[in-house]
């Protein structure tokens, strides 16, 4: 009963959020709305049963996401007046609003409509699992079942990571990103970075390595990584790398290559692309995960920096 | 009601919210943020149905869990790119608007979804 009016309170908490973001007038107020709505996202993927699903979305749907649009908030703030002037008038707001509650409507219809018992994979999931060698259903579905999935989302990340370097201007190509963060080398924000960055770096290595058998794994520790590694540049310890370094292009794409040498390692030795020989799938899956772990890690933390803005030093 | 029947129905609310905030907000930047509204909602409500698929030996569907993961990592990086674009679309053109009616500084406006 208790569990219920929780689950209650929380689902009216994150419906007056979501209001907060869209009615709120100022857009930083509205961002601010939203990171403590990715927040309270990840208790409900915690009452879902969703242990992973709920790290990841407390790092990147509150943690990333959040710093993202706080930065574009903040170099945006002069255009935020004259959008106002363009507010659109009193019909399109009610057409909104009636489309709105139709997509609503229809989707709670939905939601009552779905059939019993739902179609499940998890014994499908839990029949096979001991094959795979790892205990974490979700690792197993994300690196063996569903590995093909995994595959395009490494090479996606990537891709958009090219299309935001795109847009630096032309001078710049080769470059640093974002601006040179400077900061009182002995104030708190360096004593913060000095402290925390250790211990999350550690944290986050535990997250990778437990997400074998326990909730974790390669996603939220990258994510973790590069927390650490923006929370260091933020604080003036260091500077982003120029995107024209090479080691950094190899540390990029070292990831989704591995990947892709063990799946054609999989089309000789069993007759299927990204298929893992007998007893051969749990040290595969680690070798996948740990070359994934720095590409992860510096494409998180590049499409966070944004798009080439300094011109080389060369 | 269980939670995932609760938790459905809440998805279909905020992605209702999103969508709201998507047509009415005329700055692109709020656009992305509602458009991140309903890409939550849609994450929840698939979030329910891997909820519904419990089964004797697990708590939740695996399988839709794992595509969640994904799904969030891909929807992160699609965030940055139309961000990316908001800043360049505003560093050329010195306007934040998505209005064909009002070319700023005489330069053709593209209009885009965002």
Redesign the interface.
């Known amino acids: 009963m208790i569990a219920?009016a929780a689950?209650?309170g929380l689902?009216l908490l994150?419906?007056a959020l979501?209001?907060w973001?869209?009615v709120a007038r100022d857009?930083l107020v509205?961002?601010s709305g939203?990171i403590a709505?990715?927040l309270l996202?990840a208790l409900?993927?915690v009452?879902?049963?969703?242990i992973?699903?709920a790290l990841?979305?407390a790092a990147?749907?509150g943690g990333?996401?959040g710093a993202?649009?706080i930065g574009?908030?903040a170099?945006?703030r002069s255009?935020?007046a004259?959008?106002?002037a363009?507010?659109?008038g009193a019909t399109?707001?009610i057409v909104?609003?009636l489309?709105?509650?139709a997509?609503?409507l229809a989707?709670?219809l939905?939601?009552?409509a779905?059939p019993h018992p739902?179609?499940?994979?998890?014994?499908a999931?839990?029949d096979n699992i001991a094959s795979t060698g790892v205990g974490n259903?979700?690792t197993?579905?994300?690196l063996a079942?569903?590995a093909m999935?995994?595959l395009l989302?490494a090479i996606?990340?990537v891709i958009?990571?090219l299309?935001?370097w795109s847009?630096g201007p032309d001078r710049a190509w080769g470059g640093r990103p974002g601006i040179r963060y400077t900061a009182d080398p002995n104030g708190i924000l360096a004593y913060f970075a000095r402290v925390l960055a250790p211990i999350g770096v550690v944290i986050a290595i535990y997250i990778f390595w437990a997400g074998a058998d326990h909730p974790g794994?390669k996603?939220q520790s990258a994510t973790l990584l590069a927390a650490m590694w923006l929370l260091v540049q933020m604080a003036g310890l260091a500077d982003a790398p120029p995107i024209g370094r090479r080691s950094l292009r190899v540390g990029l794409v070292v990831g989704p290559l591995a990947f892709i040498a063990v799946g054609f390692i999989g089309s000789f030795a069993s007759g299927a692309f990204l298929s893992y020989p007998d007893g051969w799938a749990k040290p595969l899956i680690i070798v996948i995960e740990a070359a994934l772990l720095p590409s992860l890690t510096l494409?998180?933390g590049l499409?966070?920096a944004?798009?080439p803005a300094r011109e080389s030093s060369k | 009601m269980n939670v995932a029947t609760l938790y459905g129905l809440c998805a279909a609310v905020l992605i209702g919210i999103g969508l709201y905030g998507l047509i009415v907000l005329p700055h692109p930047l709020r656009k992305i943020l509602s458009f991140n509204v309903v890409g939550s909602g849609v994450f929840m409500l698939f979030g329910a149905l891997a909820k519904r698929g419990a089964d004797a030996s697990m708590s939740a569907d695996p399988v839709p869990q794992a595509l969640l993961i994904t799904g969030i990592v891909v929807a992160f990086s699609a965030t940055a790119l139309a961000v990316a674009l908001v800043v360049r679309v505003i560093e050329v053109s010195g306007s934040a608007t998505l209005s064909s009616e009002a070319p700023a500084k005489g330069k053709p406006e593209t209009s885009g979804p965002s």
């Open positions: 219920t689950s209650a689902a994150l419906v979501a209001v973001t869209v857009a509205a961002i939203f709505y990715g996202i409900v993927w009452r879902l049963s969703g992973d699903v990841t979305e990147i749907g990333l996401t993202l649009l574009a908030a170099r945006l255009t935020e004259a959008a106002h363009e507010r659109c399109t707001r909104a609003l489309l709105s509650a997509v609503t989707l709670v939905c939601v009552f779905l739902a179609p499940s994979l998890a014994s999931v839990q259903p979700i197993a579905v994300l079942f569903r999935d995994t989302e996606v990340l958009a990571l299309g935001v847009l794994g996603f494409v998180l499409l966070l944004g798009a």
